[in-house]
């Protein structure tokens, strides 16, 4: 699966750029939506190292399509909780670093995607709302899971209880983006260039093994650290990146 009817696919070099494709719905995630993200970052194009992922037209995403659960019983409604799950964990757990340009609504769902990503850049036009206690919803796209530990659970519980909308400052200042742009997609490709320069382990290894560490026991996250280290420091690509800095053939960091 590389474009469907409702997720576009765009490449620029190794960089994927996927776009939410339903723009008179503000971009709402419907089960179709749903199963093409988890189809595209089970298995992504071998060459593309970086996705960047942002909303056709006004508004990035407007969180689920309620017309998918107006009728549901509580099986449906599970399996439906399941499927985005598996389609957001094949995203933050896959093989490469996607990175969110968001723009106008970033809600319920929608920032519960955005919290599935790596790195999340907000434009001057979003805002960022979790109204599901006013439709009298719970969070199903793993949001009770990713937010409390993006933002912290006091200010989880704030915007589902009061149905409170932070727009893009008073989101960065929260933490849900780490960065606040102009142009936010512009930002987007240009962070995805200079990540897919990385050494693909060494992506991989950011993105896999980065937030269990974090997650997990710390003896055992201590451990984690060691091996992963050991493993992306022996492979060959590591080593010719070690001796061209060392000979100063590659950049050095210099103060911002």
Known sequence: MLETATLGFEREGPVAVLRLARPEKRNALDLATIAAIEAFFTEPP????????????????AGLDLGDVREADFMSGFRTTQ?????????????????????????????????????????????????????????????????????????????????????????????????????????????AAAVATNAPLSNLAIVQALPRIGEGARDAAFLTEAFVSSVVQSQPEAKERIRAFLERRAARIDPP
């Open 46 to 61: 071998p060459d593309v190292r970086v996705a960047v992922l942002t909303g056709t037209g006004q508004h990035f995403c």
């Open 83 to 191: 499927a985005w799950h598996r389609a957001f964990a094949a995203m933050e757990y896959g093989t490469i670093p996607v990175i969110a340009a968001l723009h106008g609504a970033t809600i319920g769902g929608g920032l519960e995607l955005a919290a599935a990503t790596h790195i999340r850049i907000g434009g001057p036009t979003a805002f960022y709302a979790l109204p599901e206690g006013q439709r009298g919803i719970f969070l199903g796209g793993g949001g009770s899971v990713r937010l409390p530990r993006l933002i912290g659970t006091a200010r989880v519980m704030d915007l589902i209880l009061t149905g409170r909308v932070l727009d893009a400052d008073a989101g960065q200042a929260a933490g849900i983006t780490q960065y606040r742009a102009e142009d936010p997609l512009a930002l987007a490709m240009e962070l």
